[in-house]
């Protein structure tokens, strides 16, 4: 072999190995990316040199070949690429002819921690992370180009000699270092391959097979791909997880190239939002799991891919997070799956309420923080309601399930469990000539039950604003709606709740001067003896409505509820709270007769027995709002079986 040249590799900074080898990646595994990726570049050279015309020898099958020689520690990356002449090898290789080196290693030995997202470009040079010696043989495609041989153990100091190569295309050459001989096991290469070239459009081949899968779907057009090769995509990046909701597919080239799948999964309650799912890819080549500076935050629990060769992939993540190309990646992405939203709301209601369980968190958190995003999507905010529409009169009994299929079927507005959803506009529009401009709602279903029922049977809808991103989401609607009033529904009793008549007919006791009512209140004030306890006296027009009710002002909850928020603390529950005691329920009115001893200032069982029960309604009143801790159970339970006692020995 005649050695053409030998001579010093031309750098600026003399330790530019060092650090190639010990900080140029995290992962050292990289360097079968890098190497694999300069591979498909110089197959892809190729064709296009071929359809200019300035090539017209046999193309071949285009493929990258991987072997490995565990007797000489060796692993093979060849490719049937463009090849190299030695002036290139001199030119690309020699120079070490990546982009602004010098300023790249300065900006990375002052910036150890900074960690950098892709380093594509210094490429070739990332073998030297596992390699003790790195060998080059190429013949470049080029009519009477000679074979060439570069070697180079590590140091600046490199030969260049001739090659008895016939084939064209190169052959790069990994003597491992000791500490790395885990690339001589197949599983290991097979596990790369799947990892960073599952996706490029050349074959992979080891031991005379194909190992990588070739096809990215997101790089078709949607017209070509069915629901399947979604799914199938998708089970293949997330294997053993539920199916997706739906998905959106990023196509554009104008004025950034983007392409990309991304899909809504079914959230978990304990779903990390801050954490990126997404993975990115540069060319069909994998980068990174993690897509936290790329797209907007209220997206990052979706999954997918995002693939694009404008995101600048050899600068620091912080630095991604302020560069203008990629802001605008992020807006259209974020269009784009506003627009998918709202064109699944438009043609298919039916699955969109199916989804909005999960994707009303991505649409909510979206709004919070997106103005663009808000605008897209703010007439397909939709909320769970107690309203449902009425059949017609004309409907038999056993017509009225068909009928309600049919309106499903129609409107889309309603789930598998029969819940219906509606916006925020209908619903005042339905609700202006009873309570205009008032939005009525409750955020704990069970908790609130007894509240719910009791708008429900006088006809006052409620909307349920129970996810957890909703405590933020209610002062938002406020926001955005100054002249509507948000009431949650424990804290007031609205008017059309409450018996106006029988207040007013109430008779004045002579012997009191006071009404039934102000006798009632002055019982509870005095058997509760709390004097942060609000007592208040109504009489509720549902026969269902319970003998008391602890109403939360919305003002002072919300007051807590931030402070709390402030100090990271859990809300406690409000020692200032109000207590609704129903003057119309038979329990309150037979409480009345009951206590007259107690009203006198004689004590006796009969007071003693009120007294109990002021306190029991109390309990079973707060229990509809909270649990009790310890202390207040064990004096609950205990009370309850005094009551118990005493009501069955009057009754024997």
Same mark, same amino acid.
């Given at each position: ?478 926001? $955005?709606?100054? &002249?509507? +009033?948000?009431?949650?529904?424990? %804290? =007031?009793?609205?008017? #059309? *709740?409450?018996? /106006?008549?029988? @207040?007013?007919? $109430?008779?004045? &006791?002579? +012997?009191?001067?006071?009404?039934? %009512? =102000?006798?009632?209140? #002055? *019982?509870?004030? /005095?058997?509760? @003896? ?123």
């Amino acid at each position: 072999m005649t050695v053409l040249e030998q001579g010093t590799i031309t750098i600026h900074t003399e330790n530019i190995f060092p650090i190639i080898k010990k900080s140029l990646y995290t992962d050292h595994e990289v360097f079968f990316r890098e190497l694999v990726s300069n591979g498909v570049d110089a197959i892809s050279k190729l064709k296009t040199i071929a359809r200019s015309g300035e090539y017209s020898g046999e193309m071949g099958e285009p493929e990258i070949t991987v072997e490995v020689d565990k007797d000489n520690k060796t692993l093979s990356i060849t490719d049937n690429g463009i090849g190299l002449t030695a002036d290139e090898v001199k030119k690309y290789i020699n120079q070490v002819a990546f982009s602004s080196a010098e300023e790249f290693i300065q900006k990375y030995q002052s910036n150890a921690d900074n960690a950098i997202i892709g380093h594509f470009g210094l490429g070739f040079y990332s073998s030297f992370m596992v390699a003790r010696q790195v060998e080059i043989d190429t013949l470049s495609y080029q009519e009477g180009a000679e074979a060439v041989h570069w070697t180079c153990d590590g140091s600046p100091q490199f030969k260049l000699e001739d090659s008895n190569r016939t084939q064209r295309g190169t052959t790069v050459t990994l003597t491992l270092m000791d500490d790395e001989l885990e690339y001589l096991e197949d599983s290991r290469i097979r596990q790369l391959v799947k990892t960073y070239c599952d996706f490029m459009p050349v074959s992979i081949r080891m031991g005379g097979e194909t190992v990588n899968r070739q096809k990215a779907p997101w790089r078709e057009s949607p017209s070509n791909l069915t629901d399947e090769d979604y799914l199938d995509l998708y089970r293949y990046l997330y294997p053993f997880q539920e199916d997706p909701l739906l998905w959106v597919h990023l196509n554009t080239d104008y004025p950034f190239i983007v392409n990309g799948i991304l899909y809504f999964p079914k959230l978990k309650p304990d779903v990390d939002v801050t954490q990126g799912n997404i993975k990115l890819f540069c060319n069909q080549v994998f980068v990174s799991d993690h897509c936290e500076e790329i797209i907007p935050k209220f997206l990052l629990p979706l999954r997918g891919v995002i693939d694009s060769t404008d995101i600048p992939l050899n600068i620091s993540r912080s630095a991604l997070q302020t560069n203008r190309t990629v802001r605008k990646i992020a807006d259209y992405v974020a269009k784009k799956v506003g627009d998918r939203l709202k064109e699944l709301y438009r043609d298919d209601q039916k699955e969109y309420i199916r989804c909005w369980q999960d994707i009303g968190t991505f649409v909510k958190f979206g709004s919070l923080n997106d103005e663009k995003f808000k605008k897209q999507v703010e007439d397909i905010l939709v909320f769970r309601t107690t309203y449902k529409p009425e059949t017609t009169d004309a409907q038999k009994p056993e017509e009225a399930e068909d009928a309600w299929e049919s309106s499903e079927e129609k409107t889309g507005s309603f789930d598998a469990q029969g819940n219906y959803y509606t916006t925020l506009k209908e619903y005042l529009e339905r609700n202006k000539e009873r309570h205009e401009n008032s939005v009525f709602y409750c955020t704990e279903e069970a908790a609130q039950a007894t509240y719910i029922e009791l708008h429900k049977s006088q006809g006052l809808e409620v909307l349920f604003l129970d996810s957890f991103i909703d405590t933020h989401f209610i002062s938002f609607l406020e926001r $955005e709606h100054s &002249d509507v +009033k948000f009431l949650r529904v424990d %804290s =007031e009793i609205n008017d #059309e *709740l409450i018996d /106006k008549d029988s @207040n007013k007919t $109430e008779i004045v &006791d002579p +012997k009191t001067n006071k009404t039934r %009512s =102000e006798q009632i209140k #002055e *019982l509870f004030e /005095k058997s509760l @003896n709390k004097p942060r306890v609000n007592i208040r006296t109504e009489a509720l027009k549902s026969e269902d409505t319970p003998p008391a009710m602890v109403l939360l002002p919305e003002a002072m909850r919300r007051l807590q509820d931030m402070t709390a928020l402030l100090q990271q603390q859990k809300a406690e529950f409000p020692e200032d709270h109000v207590l609704l005691v129903n003057t119309s329920h038979p329990l309150i009115q037979n409480l009345a007769n009951l206590s007259q001893g107690s009203i006198e200032g004689a004590e006796s069982p009969s007071a003693e027995l009120a007294n109990m029960i002021c306190h029991h309604v109390y309990d079973l009143a707060l229990m509809a709002q909270k649990g009790f801790d310890a202390n207040g159970m064990k004096s609950f339970v205990e009370r309850s079986n005094h009551v118990l006692t005493q009501l069955t020995q009057r009754a024997v």
